[in-house]
């Protein structure tokens, strides 16, 4: 579904990713592990069209999505929950989820029922619910996450890029975040999700890359990962 | 990242060699006209070098400098009617009196920002034009006030003489703007524009350093003003319209922010676009010069791999359209204004850090406020574990002390009624469910909220209704949940600003470098350095803040919080986004912190963090604090569990 070859980044003069290739394959969870400065983000930013790649090719089904803007890619399916809280402050819950499935009211995406999707949302997510007309901006720090990561499921997109979705939560959410990106892998969500709980991402993905110094040093299927000694003692480690 | 002396070398001969040309200059041309024109182009410098202080570093925008700059006219217009007073006291006098309207012109912008204060600065500039019309008795209205050249030691200058006047004053100008944009004042405006809250919280007052910034930009503007108005020998009202204070903008945004030489080139723009469009060969040749350049600019961006040949189509297409119309107007008064305007809009849009901007990012030449190093003489170094100072004793064990806190945001109690009494050297852990209270209680305590009800003590004294910087300085640093770095700045830069409280020099020892600022500069350079050592991102010093990735943003925020010199430090998340190999990282930092008798608030989910370094353990639920203890007595207790840590699942499963 996603296809990453050769991807060079980085931000001015500094490149942060020398030559990734990767695959997320439809209806599949793929995770991207590494220690901080590794380039997850990067990855994922180039993806979105947020920051233009020095080189190298992304294709998004058959669709060539090197270099271009943000709002073309996410109409042709790509949506993104960016790191730290990105959430249209001003607006309410149910506006920010509304906007989420802005590509779909423009026709730029299939309609569907766009309001029984809010209701799923909310029903993923029962602290939205209760918070439905509140403005976001005065949700709490995990409440906003949560919010984030709704309304990129409100796109109905092809793929989710899901970056450090558990940021900040409290540890009885950060298991909720958990059970909802199983359930919407059950439901055939095809997802790329990087996550500072490496171990619990390799629980819920199929497949796996480590990324060390914008290089893919290794990578697997999800369970062979996790059992691999190299990569459970520099990033799954028991601190 | 220090330049190299060759480099240093190039700039002063680069420097002295402009120094010689301006002098020769009036007899190289041996016109007046162009000497005048070329003496319009440094007093309307002096203006954007001011100007440039508060749009392209604070962030503000200014449409008053017409006004400030019509006032600093005056006063010398005026002092030489009514009292002939010699230049001495008429330049001062202007600076004066400029400075005391642009603290008046602050005001506003303390309230406002953005188009309202946009709007509010434009009334200051249309008032200030419209007293200066009707005080006859002072101004002589619309009559204007004529201005002979000015007598220095009593030889009245002629043109030329005057010329060089403004000269040095230009390069006085020029070397004092330098000089306190690159000292801790400088870094202060910056850190305003990158984030006010975070500025408040290192002991930066925002409130005062705008006002400063205002204060120094106008009494360019009034200095400038006052030359001015011995150039032009008279002054009329109408002059410092609103037409002069958009060209005064559109000159920075034109010349390109942050930068002198983007002063000087806009300066030179604003005053010599009109002539120019005046005259039709004139402009038929500038026009085709101006096409060759962006083409060769476009095609220099293109050969780096800088951008793509559809970025550049446009810009070059529209410079060779340009070019194309100049040959075919016979006439150019028709064409004027719209030609203008064209030009504006084009650079304006394509050019958004303007020429000097453009020019840097075509040659990969970065400026030097870009990498922010500092130059190349320190002379002391601080060992990493010198770099953070130890807190002070005291013989009460208890640095801080909240009593029922109550913050209520319309219906909604935050915290309600929450004691917390944190010990020193102690590190106190803050958990609870999200949305419990937890950013609201650090908020509180730095006095970015006020709490609706409750006390709280820190050192015995109170903190409620305090400023956030004064509290910052007294001694709570902090770090925030959703990083607010400077984000133009540098790392190093960044730290420096936390270290802004250990300078004592003033705006003299800064313009005239004395051995007291020469000495507070290397110190805290060499300190900011110590401490980016402290946290592992001494590599990363010339680094914008902004191009660091999550994690090391993070570690910046602890490394500036520390250059406080806090006695307490609140970090809120630290670990959030880290991976298992950061966290430990982390976790010896802090107890690095520890060790020098910092006591710490810490804000965590990571629980394998809060179990390992907290000695206590306060937990927040819906404003109320539901359990307070060591770290393994909240770790089984069963409210706790119930509300945050979800069973033994979540905790053991993800770590």
């Known amino acids: 579904m996603l296809t990453i070859t050769n991807l060079h980044a980085g931000y001015g003069k500094v490149e942060v990713l020398h030559g990734i290739s990767l695959e997320v394959p439809k209806g599949r969870v793929v995770t991207l592990i590494g220690s901080n400065g590794a380039g997850k983000t990067t990855t994922m930013r180039a993806i979105s069209g947020m920051i233009a790649p020095s080189e190298g090719r992304i294709t998004l089904g058959n669709d060539d999505i090197t270099g271009r803007e943000s709002h073309r890619i996410a109409r042709l399916g790509l949506a993104h929950s960016p790191e730290g809280r990105r959430v249209f402050a001003t607006m309410s819950v149910t506006d920010n989820l509304r906007l989420g499935a802005f590509a779909r009211y423009t026709g730029a995406r299939p309609k569907g029922d766009i309001a029984a999707d809010l209701e799923r949302a909310m029903e993923y997510f029962p602290r939205l619910k209760e918070r439905r007309t509140q403005l976001a901006g005065t949700l709490s720090g995990g409440e906003q996450q949560m919010l984030a990561m709704a309304r990129a499921m409100m796109m109905n997109p092809e793929v989710v890029l899901l970056d450090e979705p558990s940021m900040g939560l409290a540890p009885i959410l950060v298991d909720e975040v958990f059970r909802i990106i199983a359930r919407l892998r059950q439901e055939g969500v095809t997802m790329l999700l990087v996550e500072q709980f490496a171990a619990a991402a390799l629980n819920v993905a199929d497949y796996g890359y480590v990324l060390e110094n914008g290089r893919i040093a290794v990578h697997g299927p999800a369970d062979k990962l996790k059992n691999d000694p190299a990569v459970k003692a520099a990033y799954l480690g028991g601190h | ?655």
């Open chain 2, 1 to 655: 990242m220090n330049r190299s002396p060759i480099a240093a070398n190039a700039w002063r001969s680069l420097a002295v060699l402009g120094v010689v040309a301006l002098a020769l200059f009036p007899f190289a041309v041996g016109n007046s006209y162009y000497t005048h024109l070329v003496e319009t182009i440094l007093i309307y410098a002096i203006v954007l070098f001011g100007l440039d202080i508060v749009v392209g570093y604070t962030g503000q925008v200014s449409l008053g400098h017409a006004g400030l700059f019509g006032i600093g006219a005056y006063t010398a217009g005026v002092l030489v009617l009514k009292l002939s007073a010699p230049i001495w006291v008429a330049l001062p006098a202007a600076i004066a009196v400029s400075a005391l309207f642009g603290a008046l012109l602050a005001l506003p912008a303390l309230r406002v920002t953005g188009p309202y204060l946009a709007m509010v600065t434009l009334a200051f500039g249309t008032i200030i034009q419209i007293l200066i019309n009707e005080m006859t008795f002072l101004t002589e209205g619309p009559m204007g006030i004529k201005v002979s050249k000015p007598e220095l030691f009593g030889h009245r200058l002629d043109e030329t003489e005057f010329f060089w006047l403004v000269g040095v004053m230009l390069i006085a100008s020029l070397v004092f703007v330098h000089r306190v944009l690159r000292s801790q004042l400088g870094r202060a405006f910056e850190a305003l524009r990158g984030s006010p809250v975070a500025a408040d919280c290192m002991g930066v007052s925002v409130y005062r350093y705008k006002v400063y910034a205002f204060v120094i930009s106008a009494g360019l503007a009034g200095l400038a003003g006052a030359l001015y108005a011995y150039s032009e020998q008279y002054i009329s009202p109408n002059t410092y319209n609103f037409e002069l204070t958009v060209m005064f903008l559109l000159a920075i945004i034109m010349g390109g922010r942050k930068t002198r030489t983007g002063a000087i080139l806009g300066a030179a723009i604003i005053v010599m676009l009109p002539k120019l469009l005046d005259d039709i060969d004139l402009f038929r040749w500038v026009s085709v010069a101006f096409a060759v350049l962006a083409t060769i600019g476009a095609a220099a961006l293109l050969a780096r791999g800088k951008s793509t040949l559809k970025n550049v189509a446009i810009p070059v297409a529209g410079s060779i359209a340009l070019a194309a119309l100049s040959f075919t107007l016979t006439t150019m008064a028709d064409w004027r204004l719209s030609i203008f305007g064209l030009i504006t809009l084009f650079v304006v849009y394509f050019l958004q850090d303007g020429i000097v901007g453009f020019v840097r990012g075509a040659l990969s030449v970065e400026g030097r406020a870009r990498t922010g190093a500092e130059p190349a003489r320190e002379v002391e170094v601080v060992a990493p574990q010198e770099a953070v100072v130890r807190a002070q004793g005291a013989a009460t064990p208890q640095l801080l002390a909240a009593d029922k806190v109550l913050m209520q945001f319309g219906g909604l109690k935050a915290l309600n009624e929450v004691d917390l009494r944190v010990k020193r050297g102690t590190i106190h852990g803050l958990i609870g469910p999200n949305g419990s209270g937890k950013s609201t209680m650090m908020n509180v305590l730095t006095g970015i909220y006020v709490p609706t009800a409750g006390s709280i003590e820190f050192e015995g004294r109170s903190v409620v209704g305090r400023s956030s910087s004064d509290i910052a300085l007294s001694g709570i640093a902090r770090t925030f949940q959703n990083v607010q770095l400077f984000g133009e700045m540098t790392a190093l830069q960044n730290v420096m600003v936390g270290l802004h409280h250990t300078y004592r020099s003033h705006l003299l020892d800064i313009a005239l470098h004395t051995a007291r600022y020469r000495r507070e500069r290397d110190q805290s350079t060499a300190r900011a350095r110590a401490l980016l050592e402290v946290v592992g991102l001494a590599e990363l010093a010339g680094e914008q803040a902004r191009n660091l990735p999550y994690g090391k943003q993070r570690l910046l925020e602890i490394a500036r919080a520390l250059a406080l010199d806090p006695q307490l430090l609140l970090l809120d998340e630290p670990a959030a986004g880290l991976t298992a190999p950061d966290i430990k990282e982390l976790i010896a930092i802090i107890q690095k912190i520890r060790a020098q008798g910092i006591t710490v608030i810490l804000i965590e989910h990571h629980m394998d963090v809060v179990m390992s370094i907290c000695d206590m353990v306060t937990v927040l639920d819906f404003g109320q604090k539901i359990a307070e203890g060591v770290p393994s007595a909240v770790q089984s207790n069963p409210k706790v569990i119930e509300a945050y840590l979800g069973g033994d699942v979540a905790v053991e499963a993800l770590a």
